[in-house]
Structures are given as C-alpha cells and as structure tokens.
C-alpha cells in the first residue's frame, strides 16, 4: 500500500511530460490530483509533524526522557562536568542544531571536526599516539587562565585529513530499529549500475559483537548510545563507563592537576539521556504539495538511478517500543557503503569501510541543511549531485544529461524532503 498514491501521480505525469515532450513541459505549482499528506499515511507510515518533535506515539516515560534528554544535550558543560582538557564543543546542541535540536551543524561552512589517519611500520594507524582519531581543536585555555594543556593539531605524522560536516540525527531510532539483517539482504542484491553496497560490520562495545554498523559518514556506529558516549568523549572530553580513559592530548600524559574531575566523568546517565533524546526524535516530515514539478523529480529520482543508493523506504522490525516497531523510515538511503571514486575518497578507514568508501547519507531533512558531502564543500544540491564519482557515474551522467526543466524538478523535490 505505501506510496500507492505517489505511483499514480508519477505515471500520470510521465505520460504527461516525460514520455511525450519534456522540453514542453511547464511546471504549474497547484497541487496534483492525488493531493494527501506528503509521505503517504499508509500502514507504518509516522504522521507528519514539525522538525524536532518528539515521535508520535510515545508513551508518557519516554516523552518524559525525550524532553530530559534535549535538555542535557543542549547543556553547556565546563570544567566541574570534566570538559576536556582538548574539546572541540562545549554540548552537542553546538554542533547538531540545525533546523531544530538534533539537526546538522548551523556552521560557517567549515567542517567542524577533523579526522586523521596516517601509516605506522606499513599498517594503517589511526595515530592515537599523535592525537587522533579525531583532533580536539580547542583546550579548557579558553576558559582557564594558563591551563597548561593546549589544543591539537593535526601531527605532521598525518597522511590522511579528514573535515567532517555534522550530520543530523532527526528519525535516528527509526534508523536505529531497522534489522541489519535487512541491509545486509539488500548489499548481496545485485544491483544496476554496477553498484555494490557494502555493510560496514563494527565493533559494538557494549556487547563485544559485530554488528551492521548505520551511523555516522562511514556508518562507523551500530548503535546511538556507543555513538553518544564516543561523542562525548571525543568531541568535548567527557569520559563515561563506556570509554572511561580521557583521549591523551596530541598523545601526551595530561599534566598532574590539570583534569579534576575523576573518570569516568559521567556515570552513564547524561550518555543515556542523549540517547533517548535522539532515539525518540521524529523523522523530517516532507514539506509543501506534491505538485506535478514535485511528483515528476520524484520519478527522475529512480529512472536515473538515484534511488538504487538513496533508498526512499527501509521498514524497521519488530521493535519492542511500538512507536518504534514496523515503521516506513522514508530516509532516501540504503545506509550501506559505496565507493564514491577518488575526488571523494579521504583516506581514512573506520571499521571495515576503506578510504574512499562513504555511506550513503540518508536525504530527508535536506530542505534545512545548507552545506552538502562529508567535508561540507558542496553549498548547493547541483553541486554536490555533480561530485558523485565512483558507483554513482553513471547516475551522475544521467543527471547532467537531463533537460534544465527537469533538472529543476529533481532539485525541487530534494528541497522539499
Ligand atoms: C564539535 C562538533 C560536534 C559536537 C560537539 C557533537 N557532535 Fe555529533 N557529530 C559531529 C560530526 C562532525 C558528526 C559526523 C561524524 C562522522 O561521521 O565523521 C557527528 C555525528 C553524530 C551522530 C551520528 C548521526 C548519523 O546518523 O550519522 C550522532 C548520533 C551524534 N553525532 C551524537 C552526538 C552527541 C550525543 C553529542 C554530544 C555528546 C555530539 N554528537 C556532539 C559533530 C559534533
Ligand atoms: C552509488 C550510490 C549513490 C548513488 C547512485 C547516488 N548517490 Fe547521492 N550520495 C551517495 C554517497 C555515498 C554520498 C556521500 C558522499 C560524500 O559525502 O562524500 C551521497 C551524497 C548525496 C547528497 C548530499 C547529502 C548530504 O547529506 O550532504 C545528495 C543531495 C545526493 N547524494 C543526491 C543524489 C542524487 C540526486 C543522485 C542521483 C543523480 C544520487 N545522489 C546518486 C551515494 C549515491
């Protein structure tokens, strides 16, 4: 039943444009006959709401650890919560903020975070002993008179840099609640193109396992409360029982005095609030009417292969939390890793994803976002279309080999989710 009244607006304007007369082909912005409620309603489907709110459906406890946990990851922490000694923000609201808590990086364009990796005695070393993986461009010197510990640099011993964008974390437990067996089906499928999607297997540390890993720009993460107490570590220097051993600045011992606060820093509960925070966050609702402009970008996006990578629906399982269970995640991508050719590749590996494999980013939410591709370097949609190399070629080519008018009609629809 999903998506059934989209089909019918599609063919209709296949038949009406694209099949007959594409450069004829005026887009009117009056809605299309099949109207509804963009995202379809059918069985599973989560019911549109504005970005940031919590899901539908939650019971009173978990709405009570939704609001506690945007609480906490709003906070601004200092030195009394173990902040540092390197950071690179004071709360994940710094970075995640965009369009509503839990969004993007409301930056300036620059990547906020940067990865490095580099070869020690002919093995690939996420140089931990220079300071990586991740570098923490800022120390508590910025709030502490001639506090002894200064920030990082990236170590000359680096051959890979890698700047990364923030990605958003709206819909994440729905991300979270699909089965890794659904995504490791889907890699083994064979698909057009020539594509091969790889699942990313992690380490998940709460449990020793592997597991089909879904979160962050190489799917390094299986699992958001990992994902929270990694962050917390790594980008303001706040250990828990998870990683209770502080990052050793630029690989050097922390100075006598210079950490006052006992490890772990957090006993384990503002890691869980962020989870929860993040795990009861609604998906990005798609926005405006499905006009005929609309409903024919949408059709482009899967004849010319687009969607062969950016899934537009993966189904999550039987989930104990029933706002959770059986749900359409509308997200536009098969979380699974592809090459994405050199002009992308960074060099850096993260589990079993090599350098120049990226997952691919899931697309809802686009409409608030302002900077595109793991590094930011895109600003606009077009652009960051234009820069898929690798498994997605030929999509690009297919792209850049369509009409102006129909080019816009794919950009509008991208706008709109
Ligand atoms: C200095 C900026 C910064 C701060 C502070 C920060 N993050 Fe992030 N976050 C990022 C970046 C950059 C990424 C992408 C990392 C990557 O994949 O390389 C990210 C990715 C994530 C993701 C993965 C989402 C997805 O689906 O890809 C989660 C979850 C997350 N952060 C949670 C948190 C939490 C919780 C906090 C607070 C403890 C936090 N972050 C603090 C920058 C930040
Ligand atoms: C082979 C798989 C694949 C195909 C095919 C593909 N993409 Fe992507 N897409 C990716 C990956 C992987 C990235 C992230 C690359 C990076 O950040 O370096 C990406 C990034 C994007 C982004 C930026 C998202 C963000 O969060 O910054 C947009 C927009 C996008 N793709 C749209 C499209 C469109 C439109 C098409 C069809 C013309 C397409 N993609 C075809 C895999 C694919």
């Known amino acids: 039943m999903k998506g059934h009244r989209f089909r019918f607006a599609s063919v209709a304007v296949q038949l009406g444009c694209l099949a007959v007369f594409v450069g004829a082909c005026f887009w009117s912005e009056q809605a299309s006959a099949s109207g509804g409620p963009p995202g379809g309603g059918g069985a599973g489907d989560i019911p549109p709401g504005p970005l940031g709110s919590p899901l539908p459906g939650l019971n009173q406890n978990d709405l009570q650890a939704f609001n506690q946990g945007r609480q906490e990851f709003g906070r601004l922490e200092g030195p009394p919560q173990g902040l540092g000694p390197v950071f690179n923000g004071r709360s994940c609201l710094e970075c995640h903020g965009e369009g509503a808590p839990g969004g993007a990086g409301t930056n300036l364009g620059v990547a906020r975070v940067t990865r490095i990796g580099g070869t020690v005695n002919g093995l690939y070393s996420d140089l931990t002993q220079f300071g990586g993986a991740v570098i923490q461009a800022r120390s508590l010197r910025e709030l502490i008179p001639n506090y002894p510990v200064p920030r990082e640099n990236v170590p000359f011993q680096a051959t890979f840099v890698s700047r990364r964008q923030t990605t958003p974390t709206f819909g994440a437990g729905l991300i979270e609640a699909i089965p890794g067996q659904t995504l490791i089906d889907n890699a083994n499928r064979a698909q057009p193109d020539g594509v091969t999607g790889r699942v990313n297997m992690v380490l998940n540390p709460l449990t020793g396992g592997l597991e089909v890993g879904r979160f962050g720009w190489k799917s390094q993460h299986s699992n958001l409360f990992v994902f929270a107490a990694d962050a917390y570590l790594n980008e303001m220097g706040i250990t828990s029982p998870l990683f209770p051993n502080e990052n050793l600045p630029q690989g050097m011992p922390i100075p006598p ?25 609604a998906p990005p609702a798609r926005e405006g009417a499905i006009t005929l402009q609309i409903a024919a970008g949408e059709q482009l996006f899967s004849t010319i292969g687009c969607a062969v990578c950016h899934s537009p629906v993966l189904r999550t399982g039987n989930h104990p939390n029933p706002a959770l269970a059986n749900k359409n995640v509308r997200l536009y ?59 997605a070629l030929p999509a690009t080519n297919r792209y850049i080999g369509l009409s102006q008018a129909n080019r816009s009609a794919l950009l509008a629809f991208l706008t709109r989710l």
């Open 333 to 391: 991508s098969d979380l699974l890793l592809h090459d994405m050719g050199p002009q992308l590749a960074d060099g850096v590996r993260q589990g079993q994803a090599t350098g120049s494999e990226w997952r691919t980013p899931p697309l809802w939410g686009l409409r608030v976002r302002r900077f595109f591709l793991h590094d930011g370097r895109s600003q606009n949609l077009d652009d960051a279309i234009r820069r898929h190399g690798g498994e």
């Open 257 to 281: 005095g210079a950490d006052q606060v006992a490890d772990p820093e957090d006993n384990g509960n503002d890691v869980q609030a962020f989870a929860n925070f993040m795990r009861f966050l």
